[in-house]
Every structure is written in C-alpha cells, then in structure tokens.
C-alpha cells in the first residue's frame, strides 16, 4: 500500500484532535454568551473523548460520544448563525491537530511527522472539525458492529445513522462560514478532512461499503450504481481548488481506487445482463452487452483483473459461445430498449 494509500485509510479512522483549551465564559467585555458553562464544559468532554477514541473499542461508549459531539456542534448552531456576537477583549482561538494528514510514512500510528495543524477564529471551524469527528467515531461504532454481528439489522442501522450523520455534516459547509471566511480559511492550507468533497467521497463510499457487505439484498446493477457515485465523488473532489500539490497524490489515489471499483463492477453487471439476455434467446443483444463487458476489461490493470479472475472467465466463455452461434452484434437502440424495459436508467448503463 502506497504512502497515499495509507493517508486515504487515515482519512476514515483518525479524528481531528483540538490542541489547546476553550473557554467560553472568560473575555467578555458585557453579557456573556448563554450557556456559557455549559459550552465549556462539553468542550472538555469533546477534548477527552477525542484525545482517548484511539483506544476505544466499545461499541456503546463510542455511540455516547457521539452524541456527546453532536450536542456539542448542535449548541455552536446559534453563534454561528449569529450576525451579531457579544463584545470580546479579543477573539476566540480554536487550534486543531489533523494527524490523518501526515505526508511522511509513520512508523506506527502513534508517531507522526509534519502533521496537519490549524488555527481558526471562526467557531464554524470549530464546529465542522467536532462533526467530522462525529462522523469518524459513527463509521467505527459501524465496522465493530459489523464486525461483531455480521450483517444484523443493529450494524445496518449503524451505517445508516452515520450516512445521515455526514449528510448532515455536507450540509452544515453551507452554513458553517461565510464565502470570505472560506476564502481566507483556503488560504492557509485546509487539511482534506475539511473539504467539502472529501466528506461527499466519505458519505458515498460508505453508502457503497454498506451494500457490499449486505450483498444478499443488492442486485448488481445498484452496486454498480454505488461504485458509480463514489467515483464521481473522487472526480469531483480531484478537481476541488482546495486540494494542494500536497494533498493530490491522496485525492488521486482516492480517484484511482474508485475507478477501479466502477470499472469491476460494471463488468460484474454487465455479464448478468448478457447472461440474461442468452437466456431470453435475445443473442444480438448479448453480443452487444458482451462487448462493452470486454472492452472494460481490457482496460483494467492485471491486478484488478485477478480480483474478478471468475467474471473475465464468464465473460470470455460467453464471446466464445456466442461467436459459435455466429450471432450479430445489436444497436446501441435495441440495447437501450433491452434496458428500459428492464427498468434500468440508461445514465447508468454505460
């Protein structure tokens, strides 16, 4: 596994870690802001469960943090949605640890070199920073449930309750900072665990995870769909002018895995359907479909090939058996009509 392979993984299994202390009720020049204590606390509570989650296994106790997170960025709504604050002595230093994004290789993951660091004024960076790691803590509370249970209704539940989570999240970018604050955030650097399209790619690739693992109740045409969008994701996340020279060989890997994941898939679906189609003595319309199933495997590497050795198999068994029959290839219209009648949309079918 390649350095940016590695960062990619980090990514979905470190948190963001604050690095300095919070204190809401100190510095302000009139009224302070209500509840006050309580945000000072919870901020606490935020820095312990943060600073200890690698150690946590319990599958209980990270559903409590999370809660306890989500309260937390809940109770930040208000003051950021506030036009108005009331008058400080000085602004409010919110410092944060992304020790996911180191671009030297550790040598265990308790010792990191050229961490990601940043300072912000803005408390919708304090806020989007405690919900990705929400996100983060939610999506391992999901793989130990998985893990444990299988694919029970409990771990599926799971990974619902964290797709929900970083909708939520993706949403919040709208409203968190202003366009010059996200301007002037860009700036400085930000860590990829703050760009809007690395949480998009998070949220698609554990949509698509979820259906992997629960591959009984999925057709291949829906996991196909899955792969699709995690791709378009990563695409969209590579062209993202938030990324850094840095920060590209991660986004690239995140790009190329996924593409890899589509392109497996769609060679997977597209045999069930030329399978189907044999069977319904529609022979044109599996030449055709079988045709697109091999091109596709002509354009995947050696090793991705071998990770679906059966379906290549399937596939070249299939060209042999059709070419025996001497059956023509149909047009691109009768494919289509086969898909439409399938019920299938022809936006994914290629």
Not at 185 to 194: N, T, Y
Not at 251 to 280: C, F, K, P, T
Not at 314 to 340: G, H
Request: aromatic share 10%; proline share 3%.
């Amino acid at each position: 596994m390649s350095l940016a392979e590695q960062t990619l993984d980090r990514l979905l299994q470190l948190t963001p870690t604050p690095l300095s202390r919070v204190d809401w009720s100190t510095s302000w020049v009139r009224e302070a802001v209500i509840g006050h204590e309580q945000l000072t606390q919870l901020r606490l509570r935020v820095a312990k469960i943060l600073y200890a989650h690698p150690e946590i296994k319990e599958i209980e106790t990270l559903w409590q943090h999370v809660q306890t997170l989500d309260e937390y960025a809940g109770r930040l709504s208000p003051l950021v949605r506030a036009k108005t604050l009331p008058c400080r002595r000085g602004p409010l230093a919110f410092d944060w640890s992304f020790k996911a994004e180191t671009f030297n290789a550790p040598k265990d993951m308790d010792t990191f070199e050229n961490m990601m660091d940043m300072r912000s004024t803005y408390i919708g960076f304090e806020q989007l920073c405690v919900m990705v790691s929400a996100c983060i803590l939610s999506f391992r509370r999901a793989q130990l449930l998985l893990n444990r249970d299988g694919p029970s209704d409990q771990s599926k539940l799971a990974f619902v309750q964290t797709c929900d989570l970083i909708d939520r999240t993706h949403t919040t970018f709208d409203s968190a900072c202003s366009a010059y604050q996200w301007s002037c955030l860009k700036e400085q650097g930000l860590p990829m665990q703050m760009h809007r399209q690395w949480i998009a790619f998070f949220g698609a690739y554990i949509r698509y995870s979820v259906m992997l693992s629960f591959k009984q109740s999925q057709s291949d045409y829906l996991l196909k769909i899955a792969a699709q969008e995690t791709w378009k994701c990563a695409s969209e996340w590579l062209l993202d002018l938030c990324v850094t020279q840095a920060q590209s060989p991660v986004v690239q890997a995140a790009y190329d895995i996924s593409g890899a994941m589509y392109i497996r898939h769609n060679v997977l679906w597209h045999n069930s359907e030329a399978r189907r189609a044999e069977e319904a003595a529609e022979f044109s319309v599996a030449v055709a479909i079988n045709n697109r199933s091999m091109k596709l495997i002509e354009s995947m590497s050696e090793e991705d090939r071998l990770k679906i050795a059966d379906a290549v198999s399937e596939c070249t068994r299939s060209r042999d058996l059709l070419l025996q029959m001497q059956a023509t290839e149909a047009s691109n219209e009768l494919v289509d009509k086969w898909y439409k009648k399938a019920g299938y949309s022809l936006g994914y079918c290629q």
